[in-house]
């Protein structure tokens, strides 16, 4: 089902565990919906990647699974939490926490902040940004749709869809922002904005 035709009502997941309320966003990679975990009732926000397909798409699987495993594996206030992926009608999606809120970009056309105000939000980017680096992560999509910005007034950083690690499991070195190239070399690809 494309993320498109997602309609408030849906059940999706494991014996319909999401109720689907609106859609809140769509990005580059998916769409992103306020929805209802009816099991453990609770809102969270359901990220439906773009790849569909009936018969399911394995990289778009391996993607929600990486974004998921790096965001999770974080752990902290000013990164958003990950529950759960899962698979609906050959649609792949990522349970999130959903953030009482608006984007940075948003609050930023409404608003002109103070300085103190600009300088404690540039500072909690920077706290979730050193969490992530040293977990030896980089985001590599950093910009004011991806920071997200509670009603309390607090950071907290979205979609690592383009998120890399910079060391391997064993400690090595990685390269990141590189993909294969022709003739079993390596080009540099540009991810994430580039205006960022």
Not at 20 to 41: E, P, S
Not at 67 to 95: K, L, N, P
Not at 96 to 117: D, F, P, V
């Amino acid at each position: 089902k494309p993320p498109s035709s997602v309609t408030a009502g849906e059940r999706w997941g494991e014996e319909g565990r999401y109720l689907i309320d609106r859609m809140l966003g769509r990005g580059g990679m998916g769409t992103v919906y306020a929805a209802t975990d009816t099991k453990l009732k609770r809102p969270v926000a359901l990220k439906v990647l773009d790849v569909a397909d009936t018969a399911g798409d394995a990289a778009s699987d391996a993607r929600a699974l990486r974004e998921a495993q790096v965001a999770a594996s974080v752990g902290h206030e000013r990164i958003a939490r990950i529950y759960d992926t899962g698979q609906h009608q050959g649609a792949t999606f990522v349970s999130m926490e959903y953030i009482h809120g608006t984007t940075l970009r948003q609050w930023m056309a409404e608003r002109k902040g103070s300085c103190g105000e600009i300088l404690r939000i540039a500072m909690q980017v920077a706290e979730g940004l050193a969490a992530l680096h040293a977990r030896q992560i980089v985001h590599r999509d950093l910009k004011p749709e991806n920071v997200m910005m509670t009603t309390d007034g607090d950071v907290k950083l979205v979609d690592f869809g383009l998120a890399r690690r910079t060391a391997s499991q064993d400690g090595e070195a990685s390269a990141v922002g590189l993909e294969s190239g022709y003739a079993g070399g390596s080009v540099a690809r540009a991810a994430g904005t580039p205006g960022y």
